[in-house]
């Protein structure tokens, strides 16, 4: 008894020091000890998922659990166009936490020194359509999972890598979309496909404020969520992309890898080889659910524009995956009834597969990273006495260079001005016009993509679209593989040197073909200064030397009656300078050759006023398009009108009509009636795409068109098999194909473009009959059309030669009828300025 009751004293003495120790350790070892963090029900005050997240609540979720939790912290990256925060949830151990900046310094070597090292970085991206919401939902789930959990797999992962979490890629279509859906949702949940919940109203969730799907903009990048979502990936240079989608209502679960023989050759192939590993761990994952899946159908690879393939083309990969939508709380499918709630579980475990596998395959992603930057990280320019590269030139238009190298710029792509004007292959580089990007740099993988031209291709399917080389998008003279001295390249942008002009001055000239133009000519007319421009070409002279000018050309005469030659001076270089517009002074009006400046073939440019048809029946991404030309380009005020409100409209208020792709199935006889009476009475309707077919129907287009049955009859299916239909179907669609056209010169609306040759995308079974009426047709597709992507024999026999733009007179008006539209993404800069002729000179001529 005694030795047991010294054994019972001893334990008593020592358990307070061992529990104090115990305590001691807690404190010191697990820092979550103590630590409160927010769940997402008690943030919500009702189950995730029970009613559709708002992108506010999921900003202040992060922030509250960022404030809280020693693993979170976070990133903005800017703001959307309705001003909305875009935030990622960081979230890593503690300690790493601690050496963000140092492990932030150490990514940036991987692209120019090979170094590889510190954690793996996982970027997990959700809901960049904004009716996809069941990611942004597991997003937020996942994020408390990560910050709260002492697993030993997370405990793990977050001693080894960085996981980044993006909720919301998309915030101003998120809103919409929740906001449409929470309002029709009853407290009955309504499952019929049919219910106003499931059927959003136009434009839908999925696009952003101008309407644009922000996933195919990765590399246009002419919005703010994307250009803050690039800057994120190479501020980061992840290892691991996760792409968070939904698909249409009656599939089950995709990932990735996708269709084989519809991966861009450029991918490398351990790309696809890593893909196919991380596969199984989705699989295992989704299994474990009885959840069914498939892979390797439907989607591919192809188009660097993407989510899932940025990352591709930039050292990371990236895997896609699609979730069947319930579009609401839940929806009859044919799979059975499919709900948010089960739509959530399942981007949550995909979720979870891609943590594991991308840290149980960490080593093979750091080696796959390391070998694609391999023999591409830069070197000193001055190692070697020239560079070879790509050398191009925008002819005459500053503000396209412009536009690329702040492009460049985003994507991490060197380049260099020229310090003297060069001559190649015939062409003149100017200075002020021209740059030359080398091969020999990091981001080598990444430009050669952007630049690339193809026409041949193992399938002819495409997801998006078959090409998209920018040197046609911006329409730029390009040569290849050229090798130039240091002695001729800075790094430093040529300095804008805005002219001058004396007392003597009696007129300022501007060429159109600076892209820039047409926004200083807005802001002009806006401001109460008369500006003509020329309907034919002319020479004149200045400073005593003989100078040519194009039509199209602008003349600000400085006598006019309302302003002084002082204050439409001081109008004019303020405006210049803002727009880095060259202003060419003259001190006289007559010209050495062609017309005089005081000629009535200066005609007067009056001011504007546009209406974009807008609302059901229109293609949402078109009216988008033009509404972000027209207001965020030009800084034209723009009516939208909702296709059903028309009839109430007084048209005569409104200078230019403009009709983007779309059925217009609602229009009535009587609206064309009124539509006919404006364009009489001086009125120009502006149209594209499958609005033709609507105006070709109410007789206000008399050109024939052809449809999609005209050129489907050019294809001959005899003698193929049941198992080549797929492949006979792809074949006739166009994906996306850069043509070719060739221009009348001397017609108006091709004033300002740099040759009789222009690139556009096409991207719909659409064209004109063969007119004999040659005075109507501004444009033609070329003899030999296609300059880059996927565009059957059979297309490219019957576009040759055809008409492809048309303008037709109406009395005192007229009709611009265009079979593609050439804003496509808005990256199409080298044809707007087709649609700024459109706006501005076409009506002085009716």
Request: with cysteine; glycine share 6%.
């Amino acid at each position: 008894m005694l030795r047991i009751g010294l054994i019972f004293l001893c334990a008593f003495l020592i358990l307070p020091s061992f529990l104090a120790e115990a305590k001691k350790t807690r404190l010191t070892d697990n820092p979550l000890y103590g630590v409160t963090t927010t769940s997402p029900e008690a943030f919500l005050g009702y189950p995730l998922g029970e009613r559709l997240l708002r992108h506010d609540q999921i900003n202040t979720y992060l922030k509250e659990i960022a404030q809280q939790n020693p693993r979170v912290s976070i990133e903005n990256t800017g703001q959307s166009h309705e001003a909305r925060q875009q935030l990622t949830a960081v979230i890593t151990s503690p300690e790493n936490q601690a050496k963000l900046d140092e492990i932030l310094a150490e990514r940036q070597q991987i692209k120019y020194l090979g170094k590889q090292g510190g954690p793996l970085i996982i970027w997990l991206a959700y809901s960049i359509h904004g009716d996809e919401i069941s990611g942004a939902h597991s997003a937020i789930k996942l994020s408390h999972m990560l910050a709260t959990s002492e697993e030993k797999w997370v405990v793990n992962l977050l001693d080894k890598a960085v996981v980044l979490i993006t909720p919301s890629q998309n915030p101003d279509g998120l809103d919409r979309f929740s906001t449409w859906a929470n309002g029709y949702a009853g407290k009955v949940t309504v499952s019929d496909p049919n219910h106003k919940e499931h059927k959003q109203g136009w434009p839908t969730g999925r696009s952003n404020h101008y309407l644009a799907d922000l996933n195919r903009d990765w590399l246009f990048l002419r919005h703010p969520e994307s250009q803050g979502r690039v800057a994120l990936f190479h501020r980061w240079q992840p290892h691991y992309v996760g792409d968070f989608h939904e698909m249409g209502h009656n599939f089950t679960y995709f990932f990735q890898p996708g269709v084989p023989e519809r991966t861009h050759p450029l991918t490398p192939a351990g790309n696809q080889k890593l893909t196919a590993k991380l596969a199984a761990y989705h699989q295992a994952e989704l299994d474990a659910k009885k959840q069914n899946y498939f892979s390797r159908q439907l989607f591919d690879d192809f188009f660097y524009g993407k989510g899932s393939t940025y990352p591709d083309i930039n050292g990371a990969i990236g895997v896609l995956f699609e979730q069947a939508s319930a579009r609401g709380q839940q929806q009859d499918s044919v799979n059975g009834v499919l709900s948010l709630q089960e739509a959530i579980e399942n981007q949550y475990a995909t979720s979870i597969s891609s943590l594991k596998g991308a840290i149980a395959l960490k080593s093979e992603l750091e080696h796959y990273q390391a070998e694609f930057f391999k023999n591409k990280h830069q070197k000193a320019m001055k190692k070697k006495p020239h560079q070879a590269g790509l050398l191009l030139s925008a002819n005459n238009d500053q503000g396209r260079i412009n536009a690329l190298t702040k492009l460049l710029d985003q994507h991490l792509i060197a380049y260099y001005y020229l310090t003297k004007p060069l001559t190649q292959g015939g062409v003149e580089f100017e200075v002020d016009n021209s740059l030359f990007i080398p091969h020999n740099q990091a981001q080598s993988s990444l430009l050669k993509a952007m630049f690339d031209d193809r026409t041949e291709f193992v399938d002819p399917t495409f997801y998006d679209i078959s090409t998209w080389n920018l040197q046609h998008a911006f329409d730029l003279t390009l040569r290849r593989n050229i090798k130039l001295e240091l002695s001729v390249l800075s790094q430093t942008a040529p300095e804008f040197q805005p002219d001058s002009w004396g007392d003597n001055t009696v007129a300022l000239l501007i060429d159109w073909r600076q892209s820039q133009a047409a926004s200083l000519l807005q802001q002009l007319l806006e401001q109460g200064v008369m500006v003509k421009f020329a309907a034919k070409p002319f020479s004149i002279a200045v400073a005593a030397k003989e100078s040519d000018f194009a039509a199209g050309t602008l003349q600000i005469p400085l006598k006019q009656d309302n302003l002084s030659a002082d204050e439409i001076s001081q109008k004019v270089g303020k405006l210049a300078q803002e727009f880095k517009v060259n202003i060419v002074a003259v001190d006289t009006s007559a010209a050495t050759q062609g017309i005089d400046l005081g000629s009535p073939d200066f005609k007067v440019i009056k001011p504007i006023r546009p209406l974009i048809i807008s609302g059901k029946g229109t293609s949402i991404a078109e009216v988008g398009q033009l509404w972000y030309y027209l207001d965020n380009t030009l800084g034209v005020a723009t009516t939208l009108v909702d296709i059903n409100n028309l009839a109430l409209v007084k048209l005569s208020d409104y200078s230019h009509v403009l009709m983007a792709d779309g059925n217009y199935f609602t229009l009535n006889e009587r609206f064309a009636r009124k539509l006919g009476q404006f364009a009489s009475n001086g009125g120009v309707v502006i149209a594209q795409k499958g609005a033709l077919d609507w105006l070709s129907k109410s007789n206000l287009l008399k050109t024939n068109l052809r449809s999609d049955r005209f050129y489907k009859q050019l294809f001959d299916a005899d003698g193929l098999t049941f198992d080549k239909k797929s492949k006979f179907k792809a074949e006739q669609e166009i994906g996306g194909a850069i043509l070719e056209l060739k221009l009348d010169t001397s017609h108006p609306i091709n004033f300002g473009l740099n040759d009789d040759r222009l690139p556009v995308l096409k991207n719909q079974v659409l064209g004109f009959s063969q007119t004999t009426n040659d005075f109507t047709v501004a444009a033609k597709y070329a003899s030999d059309p296609l300059l880059s992507g996927y565009l059957a024999q059979e297309y490219q026999s019957s576009f040759s030669n055809s008409p492809a733009i048309i303008i037709e007179s109406h009395n005192k008006g007229a009709v611009v009828a265009m079979a593609d539209n050439l804003l496509f993404r808005n990256i199409w800069l080298g044809s707007q300025k087709v649609y700024a002729n459109a706006l501005y000179f076409i009506p002085a001529l009716h």
